[in-house]
C-alpha cells in the first residue's frame, strides 16, 4: 500500500527532499501533488528516511509545506503498443499530440537492462543510405550506432533527414521499418523540419516521436532517450521492426545530466561532466544491436554538436569511444558549399568490414574503400607542400593528387540533398576518380582487381 | 541484529552500526541478494559496492554477508566459457532469463553437473604442498587441466578417489594437515579474485610472445610474462590490435577481458573465435580462450572487478604451467569505474577525477604479470596487454601516464596513421620496448644472427626519414640530394611494405619470425643496392620508375609464409634489375664526362 508524505524537507534545483519516508526503493517514481497539479519524480538518492527525488518538470513553485508525495514503488515505465508508431510524446513519453492516451499492451522500464553479449548477433547487414561517401567508406550496418560528429551551424539534420529518407535494406518490405525520432533540447524550427522532412517522404505514419524541445524542462531531457530507446526496442524486439533511431542533440542531453549531477553536489569529472558520463553514454548506446532469433533490429544515429568543433571534447571523445564508429562533418567543407560536408579521414565505420563485399555490397567494396582513403590521406599532404612552395613547383604526381583531391570533394562527397546513388554508381565513380592517378600509386589494390576496374570506368 | 540497507546511492550502499562484516567481504544485498563487496568499513558505517543494478532496491532491505572475499571459482569448465565481470557463465544467464540481463541471478561460475574424466595423480600416503597437481582432465581437447592443492593448504593424503567421471565439486582427495585438519579436495578451489596467487619465485624473463605481427615483434618485442600498454584514441585500432594478438600469439591460453567496452565487439570476438582455428592444434580457438565481457552498459562496480577475475584465471592457468595472455581492453574503463566509484564515496580526488590511489592500483595489477616459477615446480608465465583509451587521445592524461609508468612495452597507436588507413597504427617514433636486452639472444639463436642488427638498421632508417620527413614538409621532396632521397624512398618501402600489415589478408595476417627476418633482410638488400646506384650517378626517379622500390612493397602479399626460398629469387630479380639500371646509366655518364 502506498503511502503519502506531506510537505518536502528541502528544495534545491531540480531535486528535493522529503525526510520520514519508509520503504522507498531507488529509481522508483513518485508523484508530487500540488495545489496546480502532479509532478512526476525519481529517487535518485536514499539515505535513512531521507529520500531525494529528481522532479521532472522542474522544482519552480514548490513549497514546503503545500505539497503531499506518493511513492508509487514502480520504476519510471513507458506505456507501449503497436500504435505508438506515428504518435508524437513529449520528453517523459505521455502523448502530446492530442490523441489521447496509449492503450497499453505492457509498461516496460526506460532503463532497460543490458543485451547479454552472448545473446547479441554480430551485425552484419548492410544499409544503403544512397550517399556515396557513406556508402561506400562509412557503411553503415543494420544494428550499429554511428553517431554523426558536428558543430552549430552545420547541415548535420539535412544530412540525418536525407539517411532517413533514403535508407534502404537490399530486398527488404518496408512495412517493418520504423523510425524512432528523439529530440533533446533542440529548437522547435528543428523539430518541425524533421517533421516536415518525414512528412514530404512520406515516412511520418512510421515515425514514433519523442520530442523535448529546448523550452522544454531541462530534467526531463534526461528521460527523453530512454523513452525513445525503450520504444525502440519494444518495436525492434517485439514488434519484429527494423528501427532507426535518430537523437539529436546528443550534447544537450550532456549539459542537462551534468546540471543534474552539479545540483546534487556530486564531485564533477572533466569540463564539470559527471564522472559517469561514459556509463551513462553506453546505458544508452548500447541499446543498439540485433538479438538472435529475433527478426527486429535498433540502428542508431545520434548527432551532437561538438562544442567549438573540438573533437576532444568529453562529449564527442566519450561517444566516439562507445559508438561503432563516427561520421565527422567538416566546417571547411562545409563552407565550400560541399554537402554533406563529411571529412572522411577521421570518420569510420567500425562494422563495415564484415557487411560489405561479395554477397553484400561488391567484390571491390574493400579495395576502392581503402585505396580512396589512402590516396584522400595523401592529398592534404600535397596541399600543404602546395601551400609552401606553390602549386607550379609540385611534382607532378603530387599535382595529380591535388586533382584527385579536388574532384573527390566536389563530386564524390558533393551530392544533392535529393540524390539517391546505388553503390553501384558511387562503387564506379570511386574508380572513376582513382583513375585520376597514376597506376602504381594504387598500392592498397591488387594487380588482378586494378585490372578489372583501373581507367574501366 | 539484522544488518539492513540505510543509504542507496548508484552501485554504493551503506549499512549502519554494524560489525558483522569484514573489509573486501562478498555480501549479498536486499531481497534480490544482489552480489556486493564490502570497500569501507567504519564504526558507525560499512559501505557496499554493488556488483548489479541497483534500481529497485530498498531501505531497510536486508544485506548478509558471506565471510569471504569477493573469489573466482577456479577449476575444469572456465576455457571456452564467456562470464560476466564477476566470473558468472553469460550463456547460463542468458538461458535463465533470456536475451536481457536481469539482477539477483544466481547461478554458479562453472557447470556443477558436467562431469569430468578425471585421472587422479595423488596416492594416500602421499605429501602434499600447495600447487600440487591431485588430479587431470582434459578440458578441451587441446588444454589439460590440472587440478591443484590450493596454495594454503598442505598435510598429507589420507584418502584419493579412484580414476574416474567426477563433477567439479566431488571430492577428489582427502588431506590431512599438520594441525590435525582433515580438508577434502575437489576440482575445483576458490580464491580470493585481488589477492595474487602466490608463486615460488620469479625468472629472468627470456622468451617473446611471438604474436605475428611485423612492427610488434621486429620493433617492439613483448616478452613473455612481460607488460604491453596499447593507449590510442578511438578509431586508431586498439581493439583491433588486441583481437590480432588474442589470435595469433604463441601463448598457451588467451584470456580476453573487455572491460567496459562494446556488446558487439565481444559478439565479434565470439564469433570469430570459434572459426578461427588454433595455429599449432588446429582445433577452434575458443578451445584455449576465456571470455570475460562486462560491456559498458553493464554495472560499473563489476566492470571494476572485471579486470581482477581474468588476472586470476590467468595466474591460475599459469600455475599449471601454460604460457597464458591476458587482454586487458580496455584498463582505462577500468580507472574511470574506480574514478565513478571513489566520487560516489565522496573520495577526495586527484588529478582529473581519478582517485588518488590510482597508481597504486595500476602498479598492483601490472604487477602480477610475469615469469614465475610455480610452487609446484613448473614454469608459467602470465603476459598482460593493456589497451589505453586517453581522453581526448591526450597520452598525458592520468592513466595513459601512470601505465606507462608499469610498463615495459609501449605500443602508441596513431590518429593520424589511423586516418590514412595506415595499421596497425602503432606509430614508430614514440613506440617503445625495454625488452630488447633480455629477447635479443633468443632473436639471436632461434631466427638469425643478424637479426638484432637489422633492426637497428631499420629503425635508423626510420628516424632519418622522420628528420627527412620535416624538410620536406616545408621545400618539397624535390631539392632532396639523391643520397637522401633513397633514404625516404627506402622508408616508404619499410613503412609500406613492412610496418603497414593487413589483418583481412591471408598471407599476412600472421607473419613468422623467418618471413619478417627475411623481409627485413630483402629492404635493406635494396637499400645497399640503392645506396650504390646513386654512387653511380643513377637518379632515384629512374629506380622508381623501374619499379625498384614498389617491387618490395607487394612481397608480403605475393609469398606465403611457408616458401621462404621465394626471397632469393626476389634479391636475383632486384640484383638483375640494379644491374640493368646501371648498364643503362654508363653511356649517360660517358657522355657526361665527355661534355665535361
Redesign the interface.
Known amino acids: 500500500m502506498a503511502m503519502e508524505y506531506l510537505g518536502l524537507s528541502d528544495i534545491n534545483g531540480p531535486l528535493v527532499a522529503i525526510d520520514g ?8 517514481m513518485v508523484e508530487i501533488k500540488t495545489k496546480d497539479g502532479v509532478r512526476t519524480g525519481r529517487v535518485v ?5 531521507r529520500a531525494v527525488v529528481q522532479v521532472f518538470a522542474g522544482t519552480n513553485g514548490l513549497t514546503l509545506s503545500g505539497t503531499s508525495t506518493r511513492f508509487t514503488g514502480e ?1 519510471m515505465r513507458l506505456a507501449l503498443a503497436p500504435e505508438i508508431v506515428g504518435r508524437i510524446f513529449n520528453g517523459a513519453g505521455e502523448p502530446i499530440d492530442g490523441l489521447g492516451p496509449v492503450f497499453a499492451s505492457r509498461f516496460d ?1 526506460i ?13 552484419r547487414n548492410y544499409i544503403r543510405t544512397g550517399i556515396s561517401s557513406i556508402d561506400t567508406l562509412i557503411t553503415l550496418i543494420r ?2 550506432k554511428l553517431p554523426i560528429f558536428s558543430g552549430s551551424g552545420m547541415s548535420h539534420n539535412k544530412l540525418a533527414a536525407q539517411i532517413v529518407r533514403q535508407a534502404k535494406l537490399s530486398g527488404e518490405k518496408t512495412e517493418n521499418f520504423g523510425i524512432v525520432f528523439c529530440a533533446m533540447g533542440v529548437t522547435k524550427d528543428v523539430a518541425e523540419y524533421f517533421r516536415r522532412s518525414f512528412e514530404e517522404s512520406g515516412a511520418l505514419s512510421r515515425v514514433t516521436m519523442f520530442l523535448n524541445l529546448s523550452s522544454d524542462p531541462i530534467i526531463e531531457r534526461i528521460l527523453t532517450p530512454r523513452c525513445a530507446l525503450t520504444a525502440a526496442e519494444y518495436l525492434a ?1 517485439e514488434q519484429n521492426m527494423h528501427v532507426l533511431v535518430v537523437m539529436t542533440d546528443m550534447t544537450s542531453y550532456a549539459e542537462a545530466l551534468r546540471e543534474f549531477s552539479s545540483s546534487k553536489g ?5 569540463k564539470g561532466y ?3 558520463l ?2 551513462d553514454f ?2 544508452l ?3 543498439a ?1 540485433v ?4 527478426e527486429g533490429s535498433v540502428t542508431q544515429i545520434p548527432i551532437l554538436t561538438m562544442p567549438n568543433d573540438d573533437i ?3 562529449i564527442p ?2 561517444t ?3 559508438t ?3 561520421i565527422v562533418l567538416d566546417r571547411y567543407l562545409d563552407q565550400q558549399g560541399i554537402y554533406p560536408p563529411i571529412s572522411v ?2 570518420s ?1 565505420s ?2 563495415m ?2 557487411g560489405i563485399g561479395k554477397g553484400f555490397t561488391r567484390e571491390d567494396h ?1 579495395d576502392v574503400s ?1 585505396q580512396l ?2 590516396s584522400y ?2 592529398v592534404s599532404d600535397a596541399r ?2 602546395a601551400s ?2 606553390g602549386e607550379e ?3 607532378t604526381t603530387d599535382k595529380l593528387y591535388l586533382d584527385f583531391g579536388n574532384h573527390f570533394e566536389h563530386e564524390f562527397l558533393g551530392q544533392g540533398a535529393d540524390e539517391d546513388r546505388t553503390i553501384d554508381q558511387s562503387l564506379d565513380l570511386g574508380w572513376r576518380l582513382l583513375s585520376i592517378l597514376p597506376r ?1 600509386e594504387l ?2 589494390i ?1 594487380e588482378k582487381v586494378l585490372e578489372q576496374h583501373y581507367g574501366k570506368h | 541484529m539484522k544488518d539492513t540497507i ?5 552501485p554504493v550502499v551503506t549499512v ?1 552500526d554494524t560489525d558483522s562484516f569484514g573489509m573486501m567481504e562478498m555480501v549479498y544485498v536486499g531481497n534480490a541478494g544482489l552480489i556486493g563487496e564490502v570497500i569501507h568499513v567504519s564504526d558507525d558505517r560499512t559501505t557496499i559496492q554493488v556488483y548489479e ?8 532491505e536486508p544485506v548478509k554477508g558471506t565471510g569471504a572475499p569477493l573469489s573466482a571459482t577456479l577449476g575444469p569448465g572456465i576455457m571456452e566459457n ?1 562470464f560476466d565481470g564477476i566470473e558468472r557463465p ?2 547460463e ?2 538461458e535463465k ?6 539482477t539477483g541471478v544466481h547461478v554458479s561460475s562453472l557447470d556443477e553437473t558436467r562431469k569430468w574424466d578425471v585421472t587422479v595423480t595423488v596416492k594416500p600416503g602421499a605429501s602434499v604442498r600447495g600447487g600440487d597437481v591431485i588430479a587431470t582432465c582434459p578440458e578441451t581437447s587441446i588444454i589439460t587441466h590440472k587440478s591443484m592443492v590450493p596454495p594454503d593448504v598442505s598435510g598429507t593424503v589420507i584418502w584419493a578417489a579412484e580414476d574416474g567421471a567426477y563433477t567439479v565439486t566431488d571430492p577428489i582427495c582427502k588431506v590431512k594437515t599438520p594441525e590435525g585438519e582433515e580438508k577434502t579436495l575437489c576440482l575445483a578451489q576458490r580464491w580470493p579474485i585481488r589477492v595474487p596467487r602466490p608463486v615460488q619465485d620469479r625468472e629472468v624473463i627470456g622468451r617473446p610472445l611471438i604474436t605475428g605481427q611485423r612492427v610488434i615483434d621486429t620493433l617492439f618485442p613483448i616478452a613473455k610474462g612481460g607488460v604491453a600498454a596499447i593507449p590510442g ?3 586508431t585500432g586498439k581493439t583491433m590490435t588486441q583481437h590480432q594478438l588474442a589470435k595469433w600469439c604463441d601463448a598457451d591460453i588467451i584470456i580476453y577481458v ?1 572491460c ?1 567496452e ?3 565487439e ?3 570476438v ?2 570469430e573465435f570459434r572459426e578461427l582455428e588454433d595455429p599449432k592444434s588446429g582445433k577452434p580457438m575458443t578451445q584455449r580462450t576465456v571470455l570475460i ?1 562486462n ?4 554495472p ?1 562496480a563489476a566492470r571494476e572487478a572485471s579486470i581482477y577475475t581474468g588476472i586470476t584465471l590467468a595466474e591460475y592457468y599459469r600455475d599449471m604451467g601454460y604460457d597464458v595472455a591476458m587482454m586487458a581492453d580496455s584498463t582505462s ?1 577500468w580507472a ?1 569505474a574506480l ?2 566509484i571513489s ?1 560516489r564515496l ?1 573520495e577526495m ?1 586527484a588529478e ?2 581519478f582517485p588518488a590511489y590510482l597508481p597504486s592500483r595500476l602498479a598492483a595489477f601490472y604487477e602480477r604479470a610475469g615469469c614465475v616459477k610455480n610452487l609446484n615446480g613448473s614454469t608459467g608465465s602470465v603476459s598482460v596487454i593493456g589497451a589505453v ?1 586517453p ?4 597520452f598525458s592524461e592520468p592513466v595513459t601516464q601512470n601505465t606507462k609508468r608499469f610498463v615495459r612495452c609501449f605500443l602508441a597507436l596513431d ?1 593520424s596513421l589511423a ?3 595506415h595499421y596497425p597504427a602503432i606509430n614508430w617514433t614514440i613506440s617503445y620496448s625495454e625488452y630488447y636486452e633480455d629477447l635479443d639472444p633468443y632473436y639471436i639463436a632461434n631466427v638469425g644472427e643478424d637479426f638484432c642488427k637489422m633492426r637497428g638498421r631499420m629503425l635508423g632508417l626510420l628516424s632519418e626519414e622522420n628528420k627527412l620527413m620535416e624538410i ?7 631539392v632532396l640530394p639523391d643520397s637522401q632521397k633513397v633514404t625516404l624512398e627506402v622508408a616508404r618501402v619499410i613503412r ?1 611494405g613492412f610496418l603497414q600489415q593487413n589483418a ?1 589478408h591471408k598471407n599476412d595476417t600472421y607473419v613468422p619470425l623467418s618471413k619478417q627476418m627475411w623481409m627485413m633482410e630483402a629492404i635493406l638488400h635494396l637499400y645497399d643496392r640503392a645506396v650504390e646506384l646513386v654512387g653511380a650517378g643513377v637518379p632515384v626517379s629512374a629506380m622508381s620508375e623501374a ?1 625498384l622500390f ?1 617491387k618490395l ?2 612481397v608480403k ?1 605475393e609469398i606465403p609464409n611457408d616458401k621462404p626460398e621465394m626471397f632469393g629469387q626476389y634479391n636475383q630479380e632486384l640484383d638483375a634489375m640494379c644491374a640493368e639500371l646501371l648498364e643503362k646509366q654508363k653511356p649517360l655518364n660517358a657522355a657526361k664526362a665527355e661534355g665535361k
Open positions: 519516508v519508509e520503504n522507498a526503493s531507488y529509481e522508483e538518492a536514499l539515505e535513512g528516511k520504476p522500464d532503463n532497460g537492462s543490458a543485451i547479454n553479449p552472448v545473446s547479441r548477433s554480430y551485425p544494428g550499429q524486439f556530486e564531485i564533477p569529472g572533466r559527471p564522472g559517469y561514459y556509463s553506453a546505458s548506446y548500447e541499446r544491436g538479438i538472435e532469433g529475433r576532444t571534447h568529453p571523445d566519450l566516439g569511444y562507445i561503432e564508429g563516427q579521414l577521421p569510420l567500425r562494422l568490414k564484415d574493400a581503402n582513403f589512402a590521406a595523401k600543404g607542400l609552401v612552395i613547383e609540385l611534382s602504381e598500392e592498397r591488387d | 540505510y543509504s542507496i546511492n548508484g549502519r543494478n541497483t534500481t529497485g532496491l530498498s531501505v531497510g564467456i553469460l550463456g544467464i542468458a532469463n533470456g536475451a536481457f540481463i536481469a584514441g578511438f578509431g573487455g567496459g562494446r556488446g558487439n565481444m559478439t565479434q565470439l564469433n565481457a560491456t559498458s552498459n553493464m560499473v574503463r574511470e574514478r565513478e566520487g565522496e580526488p582529473e577525477g583509451s581522453q581526448g587521445s591526450d590518429k586516418y590514412a588507413r620536406v614538409k616545408l621545400i618539397g621532396s624535390d609500406v583481412f619499379g614498389d612493397i607487394k602479399y
